[in-house]
Structure formats: C-alpha cells, structure tokens
C-alpha cells in the first residue's frame, strides 16, 4: 500500500497528515519548521519530529511514504525549497526528488481551497499573504514581504502593534487591559521592561501576544478590539488587491474569496471585518465561510505525484 504526506509548514507550527490512497490515516503537529524565521537547524528538528510523530501513529516506518508534499512559507524561492527538500530526503532516502515537492505556503493553501480551480485565498498566521489564480493559470499575490517590513494583519504584525498601542497609551495616560496582560504574559512587571525586550535582537515572539489580544478583547477593552478590527481591514485590502489584479473587469463574477490561518481562525472579528470589506468592495462576491485547511492542500498534490 502507497502511503503520502502532506505538511504545512508555518513558522509558529508544523501540521502533518498520513494517508493512504483514499483516507487519512493520522495527524501530527509540531514547532515552527519556516527556514527564514526559525533557522535551519530548527526547522530541521520540527520536520523531522512531526514526520516520525505522524508515522508512530499511525504505526508505519518512514521508509513506507511513497510522496510527499510540504508547503512553507519562503518556499517559492528555489535555494529555500531544495533545503527543505534535503532535508526530508535525509529521513526517508528511499524516496526519489520527484516524490517529494516542496511548494509555497500559498500553493497548499489555494489547493485546500479551490483544488484547480480559480479563487483568492487570504493567509494570516505568524505572517500573511494574499494569493490568487485565475482560469488561465495566471497568479497574483499582495503583502507576504516579511514581519519587518509587511506581513499586515499577522499574528507578528498583531503582537507588535498592541506593544505600540501600549506605549502610546502610556504617553496619554490612558488605561487598556492590554498593559497589565501583556506584562504577565511576557513576565515583566514595569512597562521599561517591555520597552526593552520589544527592541531587543534578535525581535522577540510578537506572535505570542496574539491571544493576550484576543482575551483583552473578549473583556470588551476598545484597544484589542481595534486592533482586531484594523488586522482584518489590512488583510481584506491585500485581498482586494489581488482580485481586482486577476479580473478587474469582473471580478465578483469569477474569484471567490476564501481565509485561512490561525488569525482568522481564532478571531470572529477579523473575519467579520474582512467578509464585509470584500463584500462592499465587490457586492456579491463568493467569501468561503469555512476556512481552508492547508495541510489538506499538501496531501491532494502529495497523492497526484508519481509513485
């Protein structure tokens, strides 16, 4: 029996599934496995965790997966792909380079969404991206330039500006529940403290405060809740972009709209914010209620390559 693999690799986690021809047979997760935030190293560790995690389960030896697919953030770029390919052939050297395809974190995710087809996917995670394809096969993406300079409505760009939105209440004198959550959170019991950890360099894991927002949030505090709102402004302009690059004749009539990633996962707001932002910039428009599952993405074109 042919077994395949499909992992989506992100830079907070690594998500994986085992399957045979017709049925998933288990699931694996484990730490962050991009190359460009995490290092080499790490990535090593985290790929090689979650493929031996996702075989223990499913009690088969590694040297039994006859195709894989990975999808990772960086991974349109040649020198980062064949990496990742390297190292997954380090654990299962049985497989051949053309059964193991490393692709884009933007691949996987529009194959969970549309499989061949036509459509806009919106990625918000630990970074973010908009992407899209069109009938004839013509791509276009927006943002996805990195945490320093892009990654708007991230789970990065998120926990940065609720340091920032912090201090700037600081200075005014005003109260938010995001002060004294993300001092606990980060473990520091004066705001210097913060001051000097959120500039420190290497960056710290702004990602991490992603679901202090979400719990200042749901406490009503107007700061989180702005933020939020903001993230899914940012991440629906990166869409609209994209669509109207693709179809700008028509483009309510052609590309629908699909979310994914743990930002839209975990906040109904964010997805409220960019539902209605598509829907007025194109009235009518196709915006998928259930998210795509990456992953699911990575397992369809492990089981189309060759074996």
């Given at each position: 029996?042919?077994?395949?693999?499909?992992?989506?690799?992100?830079?907070?986690?690594?998500?994986?599934?085992?399957?045979?021809?017709?049925?998933?047979?288990?699931?694996?997760?484990?730490?962050?496995?991009?190359?460009?935030?995490?290092?080499?190293?790490?990535?090593?560790?985290?790929?090689?965790?979650?493929?031996?995690?996702?075989?223990?389960?499913?009690?088969?030896?590694?040297?039994?997966?006859?195709?894989?697919?990975?999808?990772?953030?960086?991974?349109?770029?040649?020198?980062?792909?064949?990496?990742?390919?390297?190292?997954?052939?380090?654990?299962?050297?049985?497989?051949?380079?053309?059964?193991?395809?490393?692709?884009?974190?933007?691949?996987?995710?529009?194959?969970?969404?549309?499989?061949?087809?036509?459509?806009?996917?919106?990625?918000?995670?630990?970074?973010?991206?908009?992407?899209?394809?069109?009938?004839?096969?013509?791509?276009?993406?927006?943002?996805?330039?990195?945490?320093?300079?892009?990654?708007?409505?991230?789970?990065?760009?998120?926990?940065?500006?609720?340091?920032?939105?912090?201090?700037?209440?600081?200075?005014?004198?005003?109260?938010?529940?995001?002060?004294?959550?993300?001092?606990?959170?980060?473990?520091?019991?004066?705001?210097?403290?913060?001051?000097?950890?959120?500039?420190?360099?290497?960056?710290?894991?702004?990602?991490?405060?992603?679901?202090?927002?979400?719990?200042?949030?749901?406490?009503?505090?107007?700061?989180?809740?702005?933020?939020?709102?903001?993230?899914?402004?940012?991440?629906?302009?990166?869409?609209?972009?994209?669509?109207?690059?693709l179809a700008p004749q028509a483009p309510a009539d052609i590309f629908p709209v699909a979310m994914t990633g743990s930002v839209f996962r975990q906040s109904s707001v964010v997805r409220q914010v960019f539902y209605n932002i598509l829907q007025k910039s194109?009235?009518?428009?196709?915006?998928?209620?259930?998210?795509?599952?990456?992953?699911?993405?990575?397992?369809?074109?492990?089981?189309?390559?060759?074996?």
């Amino acid at each position: 029996m042919a077994y395949y693999l499909g992992i989506d690799g992100g830079g907070t986690k690594t998500r994986c599934t085992l399957a045979d021809e017709t049925t998933s047979l288990a699931t694996a997760m484990t730490g962050g496995s991009n190359i460009i935030r995490v290092g080499e190293a790490q990535a090593r560790e985290a790929l090689h965790n979650v493929v031996r995690q996702v075989c223990a389960t499913a009690k088969i030896s590694p040297d039994q997966i006859r195709a894989i697919c990975a999808g990772a953030a960086g991974a349109a770029r040649p020198e980062i792909a064949a990496r990742i390919r390297s190292i997954l052939a380090e654990l299962i050297p049985e497989i051949g380079p053309a059964n193991i395809e490393v692709v884009g974190d933007t691949e996987v995710a529009l194959e969970a969404a549309f499989g061949a087809g036509p459509g806009v996917i919106a990625i918000a995670g630990t970074g973010s991206i908009a992407y899209g394809r069109d009938n004839a096969g013509r791509t276009a993406r927006a943002g996805g330039w990195g945490f320093a300079i892009s990654d708007e409505g991230s789970g990065h760009w998120i926990g940065r500006r609720a340091v920032s939105a912090i201090l700037s209440a600081h200075d005014q004198a005003l109260e938010t529940a995001l002060t004294p959550m993300v001092l606990h959170g980060w473990k520091f019991t004066t705001v210097d403290q913060l001051v000097q950890h959120a500039n420190s360099t290497p960056p710290p894991d702004f990602p991490r405060l992603f679901p202090v927002v979400l719990r200042a949030a749901d406490q009503a505090d107007t700061v989180a809740c702005d933020l939020l709102a903001d993230a899914g402004t940012r991440l629906a302009a990166l869409a609209v972009i994209v669509v109207r690059r693709l179809a700008p004749q028509a483009p309510a009539d052609i590309f629908p709209v699909a979310m994914t990633g743990s930002v839209f996962r975990q906040s109904s707001v964010v997805r409220q914010v960019f539902y209605n932002i598509l829907q007025k910039s194109f009235p009518g428009i196709d915006v998928r209620q259930d998210l795509a599952d990456p992953v699911e993405g990575a397992l369809a074109r492990a089981r189309a390559l060759p074996v």
